[in-house]
């Protein structure tokens, strides 16, 4: 099912979006402010993200720009009281796939992310296939010829992270960013302790192997 991070934080209309997005068949999590939403974003992998702009902490300018940094690919739709040209153009020039004025007409939003999620071509079931494996990202399931191995949800994300893009090398601080809590006290010590167990994990799976970057971190070449 494709996942929606709903970042608003005005409580009632964070309810009442999320009620809608689920009522048309989409999973959502309801963050009432940036560094809620990086929580969500570091134990669970999103399909879309709409957030508001004006909130408190960190606000929707700098929360764009930051998961922008981090994933190139996630659509991100605006939502905001700001209807002044110059908040819509420094939240498109930051990366921002579509931006709605308050008050949203709800049933407007839902079309608006239905046609973000095609233009994205994210189907409906996201599985990725290399070699005897099989990774479900709805299910947080990986299957090695068709007989499932046992992984944490963090550990699932950084292998799919790692599959999804074959051949680029990640640094241990872009992973430790990624897929840890922003206020976690771990070290980038941790990154590497997650790489050894999931070599040890999937030793006997054809189709890839986790190679080093010495220097830099780590890459999965794929083999078939």
């Known amino acids: 099912m494709v996942k929606i991070l709903v970042v608003e934080n005005d409580i009632e209309l964070n309810r009442i979006v999320c009620r809608y997005l689920q009522d048309s068949g989409y999973e959502t999590a309801g963050a009432l402010c940036a560094n809620d939403a990086y929580g969500f974003m570091y134990n669970a992998l999103f399909d879309l993200i709409v957030s508001d702009i004006m909130m408190p902490g960190i606000d929707g300018f700098e929360f764009a720009k930051t998961v922008r940094g981090l994933n190139k690919a996630i659509p991100i739709l605006f939502m905001s009281a700001l209807d002044d040209f110059a908040s819509k153009q420094k939240g498109f020039r930051l990366g921002i796939d579509d931006y709605m ?114 220097g830099l971190g780590y890459k999965a070449v794929t083999t078939c």
């Open 101 to 214: 004025t308050k008050p949203v007409n709800i049933d407007e939003l839902v079309l608006r992310v239905g046609a973000l999620l095609r233009r994205a071509n994210i189907a409906a079931s996201k599985r990725l296939a290399v070699g005897s494996l099989m990774l479900d990202a709805d299910a947080t399931t990986a299957l090695v010829d068709n007989a499932e191995v046992p992984v944490t949800t963090r550990e699932f994300n950084i292998l799919y992270k790692l599959l999804s893009y074959p051949n680029k090398t990640f640094s241990r601080q872009q992973l430790m960013d990624e897929f840890w809590d922003i206020n976690s006290d771990a070290t980038l010590r941790a990154v590497d302790v997650y790489i050894t167990k999931l070599r040890t994990k999937f030793s006997g799976c054809s189709g890839f192997t986790i190679k080093t970057v010495h």
